[in-house]
């Protein structure tokens, strides 16, 4: 096992609202070592009032920290030693856990999937239960949490330069994909020397889609071990669970999304059997889940399932 390290979320280790291949990194660390990254979510007027956590370094970035074009807290970038263009990222959540007793959710004017019935603004504070694992909304009930990040991955081409936090792509970003819970595996197409990992926009709990803008948002920590793999080459993230694998699609056409991640799959059964691609086609037809992960990042996202057990 790799070295450990905390990486806290404070004005010199957060930036907000945008990717930049050119930040410099908060952190150096080796192939296989391991990073417990302490992750903000709330921009000034998302935070509650009341007897709600305030944690540590939140409001330091909001009062010091420039913010970009996006609206999510990023930590990092963490450089890992090896790391190339051409390689990828082996991003393992080994925990993931709740720093505060409250989340948000935000309904805004023009975004959303149905911004012409819901043209009102509106934030709701929620009450999580981090013994119970459950949040309590206003409405009553109890919803079971299962945290995830919804914004993470590697610095972007050079090329894109300061680019938004919101729009997910072929770097990771924004991408807001429920199945990446603690236990996931995630890799990442490498772009730029060291990788440069960031991660941030903790949800408590989301469905597929995210319909009305935001899941319930909240700060998280999570705890990632990073390897460096040179055997494998992507174009896109993927993820793996312990018994299934998941492609990703990304696009503003909802239908060209799901091409991609049908793609994707397609080319990853390849590349692990001796399935032909017709053949593999025909098992995404028998197996595989095609969902929607979210419908308001301007780039749409799906992403493909396949239970592991399937695979000959």
Known sequence: MGAEYHLPSKPETVHWGFWDATLAPVLKVK?????????????????????????EGHKEVHEQNERGPGPHFL???????????????QVKFLDISLRANWGWNLQLPDLGTLPEDF?????????LD?????????????IPLRPFFGNFGVAPDPSLGKFTSVIPREFGGNMD????????????????????????????????????????ETCLSGTVELTVRKDLKLTMPMAETDTSWITMGMNEDL???????LRE????????????RQDAYSLCSLAADLRVTQLVDINKGIHCVLPKSVLP
């Open 265 to 276: 799959m397609i080319d990853l059964i390849v590349r692990i059997s001796d399935l032909s």
């Open 31 to 55: 192939s296989g070592d391991r990073v417990r990254i302490d992750a903000l979510s709330g921009e000034p007027e998302d935070m509650p009032d009341g007897r709600a956590e305030v944690v």
């Open 255 to 261: 239908d060209e999304a799901a091409k991609q991640a």
């Open 130 to 142: 981090k013994e119970a694992m459950v949040a309590r909304p206003p409405w009553g009930g109890e």
């Open 177 to 216: 994909n429920k199945e990446l819970i603690e236990g996931t595996t995630v890799y990442f197409p490498v772009f730029n020397e060291g990788a440069l990992f960031s991660a941030g926009d903790g949800h408590a709990v989301q469905g597929d889609g995210e319909v009305c803008l935001t899941a319930i």
């Open 119 to 127: 043209p009102e603004k509106r934030r709701l504070h929620i009450p």
């Open 75 to 89: 930590t990092g970038p963490v450089y890992v030693e090896g790391a190339m263009p051409g390689d990828v990222l």
